[in-house]
């Protein structure tokens, strides 16, 4: 049997919910390949880039900042599962100038994501909110904030089901970055210096997250069995609905990548960091690497 290590760098449904599929429908062992799942989520990019990684975000961020030649593999979604939950007050984000919000930082993926879909809506990130740079978690400390009103609004993960969430507070969803932003933003990368797209281990995971997509389409109550296990604060309800309405319509179905979202998406992410778009859409992302057979 084959063995990889696969990291996530980040928590939620997001990252998370195809390597989870795969794992408890036992894909990976029908595959021939054991793969461990292991939180990258403060790994430095030296120790990430020797296994493969679920973050296609963090990943495009490094290929164009220091040039580490991350390929993606697979393509999950294009839609991150990212939202801008508000106290009662504002009611778009244009509303958020003077406003406090809690937010990831500038050079992350899901900061990175944030001041892109913020400038679109005609706000400066560095002079017209007041920022509250906090690293990833699981969001709680925003629901506490948000609730003592010490900030206004929070960007907030798929560790929570962010309607739900607001109506339980009688909050409101201000927006979500999928519907302003497009990425393919998780999936299966790796690093060739390391790991050889042809890899079989690699090979295998591939094959084993494209079954685990198609378990989210074809068997929806298989996949909000699962889901209940990341929004245990929700109820039932609350968790189909946030599968019908975020994950069954943007999910894919074959891990394939749309290449004229990859290109828009790395022209606004390197014009957000400030550097140049040194890689193009079909040379970052190449799902066509990944065989059909064992």
Same mark, same amino acid.
């Given at each position: 049997m084959h063995t990889i290590d696969l990291a996530y760098v980040g928590r939620g449904l997001h990252e998370e919910l195809v390597a989870y599929i795969a794992d408890q429908q036992g894909c990976y062992a029908d595959e021939g390949v054991h793969v461990a799942l292991r939180d990258g989520c403060s790994w430095d990019e030296e120790r990430l880039r020797r296994g493969a990684t679920i973050g296609l975000g963090r990943a495009l961020l490094s290929r164009l900042t220091d040039g580490t030649p991350w390929v993606a593999l697979q393509v999950n979604t294009t839609r991150p599962l990212f939202w801008f939950l508000a106290r009662p007050g504002p009611t778009s984000l244009a509303d958020l100038a003077g406003r406090r919000l809690a937010v990831h930082a500038p050079r992350t993926a899901p900061g990175c994501f944030t001041r892109i879909v913020l400038r679109r809506a005609g706000l400066d990130p560095d002079r017209d909110i007041r920022t509250v740079v906090r690293p990833p978690g699981d969001y709680g400390m925003d629901l506490r904030r948000l609730h003592d009103g010490s900030i206004d609004a929070a960007l907030v993960g798929s560790t929570m089901a962010p309607e739900a969430t607001a109506a339980e507070y009688g909050w409101q969803v201000l927006a979500w970055i999928g519907d302003h932003f497009r990425i393919p933003t998780v999936g299966v990368a790796v690093d060739p210096t390391y790991i050889h797209p042809d890899d079989p281990a690699v090979q295998a995971v591939l094959r084993a997250h494209r079954r685990?997509?198609?378990?989210?389409?074809?068997?929806?109550?298989?996949?909000?069995?699962?889901?209940?296990?990341?929004?245990?604060?929700?109820?039932?309800?609350?968790?189909?609905?946030?599968?019908?309405?975020?994950?069954?319509?943007?999910?894919?179905?074959?891990?394939?990548?749309?290449?004229?979202?990859?290109?828009?998406?790395? #022209?606004?992410? %390197? @014009? &957000?960091?400030?550097? $140049? !778009? #040194?890689?193009? %859409? @079909? &040379?970052?992302?190449? $799902? !066509?690497?990944?065989?059909? @057979?064992?």
């Open positions: 685990a997509l198609r378990v989210i389409h074809d068997e929806p109550d298989t996949t909000v069995r699962y889901m209940r296990t990341f929004l245990g604060r929700h109820t039932a309800d609350e968790v189909r609905a946030h599968y019908e309405t975020f994950i069954a319509p943007y999910f894919t179905t074959d891990g394939q990548a749309d290449l004229a979202v990859g290109a828009g998406a790395i #022209t606004a992410v %390197a @014009a &957000e960091l400030g550097v $140049p !778009a #040194t890689v193009t %859409a @079909a &040379e970052f992302y190449r $799902p !066509a690497a990944a065989s059909t @057979a064992l």
